[in-house]
């Protein structure tokens, strides 16, 4: 059974930083790349960050120099490092599969940014 548990999500003032986390079971997590989404109320869900199996990153542009994708294959694990927040980035954040068959998603993490 395949399991992603993302963690780390809260409140934090304009400016400030979050670690999430998304810890991830029941896959060959070292073998596929991984993915950072974020949705708010009635909007589509967003590419936020994506690393793949071999460490390789890309970034939305809303995170390009302000969030930092990474991953821990001896742990089955990977994160968002989160600077210098805006209330913009204020979403519900998911950890997804890429290139699982189907695609596994997260429960989400709550992130909320405002003073």
């Known amino acids: 059974q395949v399991q992603l548990v993302e963690s780390g999500g809260g409140l934090v003032q304009p400016g400030g930083s979050l670690r999430l986390s998304c810890a991830v079971s029941g896959i060959a997590f070292r073998a596929y790349s991984m993915d950072w989404y974020r949705q708010v109320p009635l909007k589509q869900r967003e590419l936020v960050a994506t690393?793949?199996?071999?460490?390789?990153?890309n970034y939305a542009d809303s995170a390009k120099g302000r969030f930092i994708i990474s991953r821990d294959n001896a742990k089955n694990m990977v994160y968002l490092q989160m600077n210098s927040l805006r209330p913009e980035d204020t979403a519900v954040y998911y950890c997804?599969?890429?290139?699982?068959?189907?695609?596994?998603w997260g429960q989400g993490t709550q992130v909320t940014v405002s003073s």
């Open positions: 997804r599969t890429r290139g699982t068959i189907p695609p596994y």
């Open positions: 690393i793949s199996s071999g460490g390789i990153t």
